[in-house]
């Protein structure tokens, strides 16, 4: 079952830290590239950013405290991050014609601080222009778990997304924000 | 101009209709006094007001209605409308009001029976028709409301069906819905999702026991699921769920389809002794039950293996996996879906994770299964907006049905009869033969 209460979610209560200038671009040139990936359609790619237990979280509430006990707009694992990019990649997904397309812009980088698990806790905020048949307007704040260091990259443990309009009514999302 | 009940009859026949119903605003119009103005829909669930002041807002057909617990424990429904300059009293939305409403504009205050309580400086309405025990400054409410074990529906119209009569034989699928409970009963809980669909109301009410639509309009997903499991090596719950899209033709050929008078029914899977023994979460469910109501019972209830159930004006129950897809027409060509989420009060907590899981796979905006259904009804949408042809097709199975005193049956699973059976109720209600019956009756 996906609803594993194990998962740490919390990315408040953090440990102050401070990382230096060359760490903070790294991190800043990874969150630009995952960006990037996404508004390229390089799905697979993408999903290798994430560590191989790495969740991909969109909350339905504001300020909402875990996936187990509310609903969520998206709570994927890599199992069901990769059954969403074969679907969209299928000939016969005829809400994917025309495709979805999409513009991120991602700025306002900051660490938060590190967490139980010493993951570094880094939020953005963003701002994503999707086109399908008609253009929508999704923005709000990332929230990324990461691990791994300047040298050697980084990997995602989880990427929360909090939509300024997470509890509106939706037409369907179809990729991920 | 209104079409008269010969023009209205002349677009529905046997096995086709006209495409104008779904795509007039003349109709739509009409569709929201004659059937969502006599129906009875349904509003919301106890649980959703569970203290005194607790109010949850929604719309039965294009009225602004608010739900609201009574000090005395009733649930009442009113129109959410200020009598002094017409305000919503409550903004859309869940909330507690307290002790009475307080309007946001001139502080007009109404008890939760909406009753005029008072209105400020009294001593301007001397000498006027002003009367705090006239209708006319209090809130009005719904002329009927009415529950069936904490599913609050309320009627626009007077007289009419009582509600159990109403629903007829899909109080069955409530009742096992609520039946999976030890306790007998549920709770709305973990949210609820809204999603816009970009087509008529009833274009999904049809879809819901179209069975022939399945591996077609899902390929996608079910494609999706079943690399997915091959390339893992399982099929955990939640692929299987987006898997069973992907029947071949003879298995939906075997279900039954079970049609009620007034636009209701449900697919019936053939009984499933085995569920209860299925997995782990059923395993656990199964124990419960079986405590409270004996082994028998409880495997009797969980074998009852309903596919979605259609109260027709009100949304579609799936009673397995405790989902409740509330239909709200917005206009012509746009659908708003409420999807509420329960909690079997009692059961152990793995049943209601399940619950919350099939909502986040299978019902959030996300899904991977429902854009293929939105694409397809919004062309529909558009395709009868051509004129490439005025008629819609319902012929499968015609005249094989089983006629029941309560409704029909199907011969075969893949027959359109429920569309047929919507469409008879739908043709009664606007023609007004339901609405003018009953109101002879009373009078």
């Known amino acids: 079952m996906l609803l594993d209460r194990s998962f740490n979610v919390k990315t408040d209560d953090l440990t102050a830290t401070i990382v230096d200038e060359e760490t903070l671009r790294s991190i800043e040139r990874f969150i630009f590239k995952e960006a990037r990936l996404l508004d390229s359609w ?136 | 101009m209104i079409p008269t009940n010969e023009q209205i009859s002349d677009l529905i026949r046997e096995d086709s209709v006209h495409k104008s119903v779904y795509t007039d605003p003349v109709l739509f119009q009409l569709e929201m006094e004659r059937i969502y103005g006599h129906a009875w829909i349904y509003v919301g669930h106890e649980s959703q007001v569970k203290n005194p002041g607790d109010y949850h807002t929604t719309r039965i057909g294009d009225q602004d209605v608010v739900m609201v617990r009574a000090p005395n424990g009733q649930v009442n429904v009113h129109y959410n409308r200020c009598p002094h300059k017409g305000a919503k009293l409550v903004a859309d939305g869940d909330g507690n009001v307290g002790k009475f409403f307080r309007c946001p504009y001139h502080a007009w205050t109404f008890k939760l029976d909406g009753s005029h309580l008072s209105a400020p400086l009294k001593s301007g309405f001397e000498g006027t028709c002003y009367d705090p025990k006239h209708p006319d400054f209090s809130m009005v409410s ?33 009742d096992n819905m609520c039946d999976r409970s030890p306790v007998g009963e549920l709770e709305v809980a973990g949210g609820i999702f809204r999603v816009q669909q970009r087509s008529n109301w009833k274009v999904f009410y049809e879809n819901l026991h179209d069975t022939m639509h399945a591996r077609v309009t899902h390929e996608s997903s079910v494609d999706a699921a079943r690399e997915e499991a091959e390339a893992i090596g399982e099929m955990p719950f939640e692929l299987l769920i987006m898997d069973g899209n992907g029947e071949p033709y003879d298995f939906w050929e075997k279900l039954e389809l079970r049609a009620y008078h007034n636009g209701h029914g449900y697919m019936e899977a053939i009984f499933d002794p085995g569920a209860a023994e299925r997995d782990e979460v059923s395993r656990a469910h199964f124990e419960c039950l079986s405590e409270a109501y004996g082994a028998d019972r409880a495997r009797d209830i969980m074998g009852m293996n309903r596919h979605n159930t259609v109260i027709y004006g009100s949304g579609s129950p799936h009673t397995v996996f405790m989902q409740f897809r509330v239909i709200r027409p917005v206009s012509v060509d746009k659908t708003m879906v409420e999807i509420q989420t329960f909690r079997c009060k009692g059961a152990p907590d793995v049943v209601f994770d399940r619950a919350l899981t099939y909502a986040n796979v299978i019902n959030s905006p996300s899904s991977n299964v429902m854009p293929d259904d939105v694409e397809v009804y919004a062309r529909c949408q558009e395709g009868n907006m051509t004129r490439g042809g005025s008629w819609i097709s319902m012929h499968r199975y015609v005249g094989t049905d089983k006629v029941l005193e309560d409704g029909a049956v199907s011969t075969n699973g893949t027959s359109e009869l429920p569309m047929r059976n919507q469409f008879a109720a739908w043709k009664k209600f606007m023609t007004g033969t339901i609405i003018a019956k009953e109101s002879n009756n009373v009078a």
């Open chain 1, 42 to 177: 390089k799905f697979w790619e993408w999903d290798k950013l994430f560590t191989d237990d790495g969740m991909y979280w969109v909350p339905q509430k504001h300020n909402q405290v875990n996936p187990f006990d509310h609903i969520s707009l998206f709570w994927e694992n890599r199992m069901l991050r990769e059954t969403r990019i074969r679907r969209v990649e299928n000939a016969r997904n005829w809400s994917q014609q025309p495709q979805t397309q999409t513009a991120h812009l991602v700025g306002n980088v900051c660490i938060e601080g590190l967490d139980a698990d010493d993951f570094l806790v880094v939020s953005a905020s963003f701002q994503a222009t999707e086109w399908r048949l008609d253009q929508r307007q999704l923005a709000g704040r990332y929230t990324y778990k990461l691990i791994g260091n300047k040298v050697d990259g980084w990997k995602i443990k989880l990427k929360r997304v909090d939509l300024v309009n997470c509890n509106d009514v939706f037409a369907n999302l179809e990729v991920f924000v």
């Open chain 2, 142 to 174: 719904v002329a009927r409301v009415d529950s069936y074990r904490g599913f609050v529906f309320a009627s626009q119209a007077s007289y009419g069906e009582d509600l159990k009569t109403f629903l007829g034989g899909v109080v069955t699928s409530i």
